[in-house]
């Protein structure tokens, strides 16, 4: 059973640059055909797409973020990573790592919990 | 960027109702349309993936239809368990984009 968990600073300054980390387990992140994504959700609203990558190392972005955002995976570590960066008190949100189902069908089907990050000095 | 569009935003039913929530994307996406289901606190769970296909372990009350701009999500007979939000994603363009939701209440 894959598991994905969520890790980092819950407080960050605005301007500075949002880091987390998605760890995965009960499989590779380097095996199959999967893509690895990052969604986020201020509270009491929707959902957002942030980005992703492929196990290749391949990105896409979500252009209303692209410039402020670099998604990286460690293979040796099973993680993948996301910074985001001069953050404003808008990028307060909660962050979800996800995978999707394949590269052919586009469903997130295993995600983290979420993590709660505050913008705030 | 697509746009999608769920209605209605929320949605009191009583147990034993059929539930029908609608997504209309602002283009054609073919069926590359999921369903999710979020409880409070929890991350989303995927239901239904490119428009009808029930994902293992989902109960069959679920189900999924449409293509091209319209498409359906039902609930055939609603369970206390099920109050939730419910979110559509389209998959046929990046960015992926959601649907704004739709919470469902028991009446």
């Known amino acids: 059973q894959v598991q994905l968990q969520e890790s980092g600073p819950g407080l960050v300054k605005p301007s500075q640059t949002l880091s987390l980390t998605c760890t995965v387990s009960g499989g590779s992140i380097s095996s199959g055909s999967y893509y690895w994504s990052w969604i986020r959700q201020p509270a009491g609203k929707g959902l957002e797409w942030i980005g992703r990558?492929?196990?290749?190392?391949?990105?896409n972005y979500n252009p209303s973020l692209k410039s402020r955002v670099t998604i990286s995976v460690d293979t040796s570590k099973n993680q993948f990573s996301l910074k985001l960066s001069s953050v404003t008190a808008a990028d307060t949100a909660v962050y979800y790592c996800a995978r999707t189902t394949s590269v052919v069908v586009i469903a997130f089907d295993y995600w983290g919990q979420g993590t709660l990050v505050t913008v705030s000095s | 960027d697509i746009q999608m569009t769920q209605s209605p935003s929320s949605l009191s039913a009583s147990v034993g109702d059929r539930v029908t929530i609608t997504c209309q994307a602002s283009q054609d996406i073919s069926n590359y349309l999921n369903w999710y289901q979020q409880k409070p606190g929890k991350a989303p769970k995927l239901l239904i993936y490119d428009a009808s296909n029930l994902e293992t372990g989902v109960p069959s009350r679920f189900s999924g239809s449409g293509s091209g701009t319209d498409f359906t999500f039902t609930i055939s007979s609603l369970q206390p368990e099920d109050i939730a939000t419910y979110y559509c994603q389209q998959y046929d363009n990046l960015p992926q984009t959601f649907g704004q939701g739709t919470k469902l209440e028991i009446k």
């Open positions: 990558i492929y196990t290749s190392g391949s990105t």
